[in-house]
């Protein structure tokens, strides 16, 4: 696949999710098992292999022990070309023999990249993340440690009106999240995982003027769901009808939304990822193991 083709595919993935209601939720479950690659990227590798779950170069896989099996044909990736370019102002009003600062790298194009799935891959067993029912409590030591350690905004539990408040809210003029106390800890984290989406669209001290609460809404639900598999909880029953409820979106908004969530879950994994917490670097090695993650810039799905 060229370049210029796979950027036509990232166009056809983009009016399929319009088209599609369904194929959001084939997104959204791409973008939490590679959620360091861009939305352009996440719908390249949903075209070309839908069942990936762990992606790498050649070279990598070797380094992990396994290797690619004879025959496989890779995935083809959108990855940045630099070029290094001195910042020129950063020398402005400063003397002549002053040192040339340091230069930096921009991105002048993108070229086609080739990766493969580990179920094209053979060798050493990689320890890979299972997502269970949203009902129950067995992820209650994870909420624990995100509501004590990792989410940077207060979490509040007490009893709420769950026809008015439904399980949980954040409140922007505030600066806190508020979630109720009478649900399983397992709903108490997916609603979390959504108000702490808000909490990055809508900081503390903001005003909710001029912000459409469906696009929000959409928003932060689906970043909760990209969220909730990565940490092992299938929200999809739950996930589907509320993001149903509120979708109404064209081609550019659906780019948008995408760009959006793919950043609200870069924060909030990366959060999780610099936790020194036992529990969350256990949790948090399982979402890459390839340990040199893509990051691939917004402009991938242009």
Do not use: C
């Not at 109720?180 to 995982?193: A, E, F, G, I, R």
């Amino acid at each position: 696949m060229t370049g210029s083709e796979a950027q036509s595919a990232v166009q056809n993935g983009v009016q399929q999710l319009v088209d599609d209601p369904t194929q959001w939720q084939r997104w959204a479950d791409t973008q939490a098992k590679f959620h360091h690659y861009s939305p352009g990227n996440a719908l390249l590798i949903m075209s070309q292999r839908p069942d990936a779950t762990k992606v790498a170069g050649f070279k990598t896989w070797q380094s992990l022990d396994r290797y690619v099996m004879k025959g496989e044909h890779g995935l083809t990736i959108l990855a940045p070309v630099t070029r290094r370019a001195p910042d020129e102002s950063s020398r402005e009003g400063l003397p002549a023999e002053t040192p040339a600062p340091t230069p930096v790298r921009t991105i002048v194009t993108f070229r086609p990249a080739t990766v493969f799935d580990i179920s094209q891959t053979d060798g050493k067993p990689l320890d890979l993340p299972h997502a269970e029912e949203i009902v129950g409590g067995h992820l209650k030591d994870v909420l624990e440690v995100l509501t004590h350690r990792v989410v940077p905004v207060p979490v509040v539990f007490r009893p709420l009106d769950s026809d008015r408040d439904g399980f949980g809210f954040w409140e922007p003029q505030k600066g806190a999240i508020t979630l109720t106390s009478q649900v399983d800890p397992n709903m108490q984290l997916k609603t979390l995982l959504h108000e702490w989406a808000h909490s990055i669209g809508v900081p503390a001290g903001s005003s909710l003027q001029g912000i459409h609460r469906g696009t929000e809404e959409v928003t932060a639900e689906t970043s909760a769901y990209v969220m909730a598999k990565m940490v092992g909880l299938d929200t999809k029953d739950y996930s589907q009808a509320y993001i149903a409820g509120w979708g109404d979106m064209n081609p550019e908004k659906v780019k948008a939304v995408m760009a959006d969530v793919t950043h609200r879950v870069r924060v909030m994994s990366e959060h999780m990822e610099r936790s020194p917490d036992p529990l969350l670097q256990s949790l948090t090695a399982t979402w890459n193991p390839t340990a040199q993650p893509q990051r691939q810039p917004q402009e991938v799905e242009r």
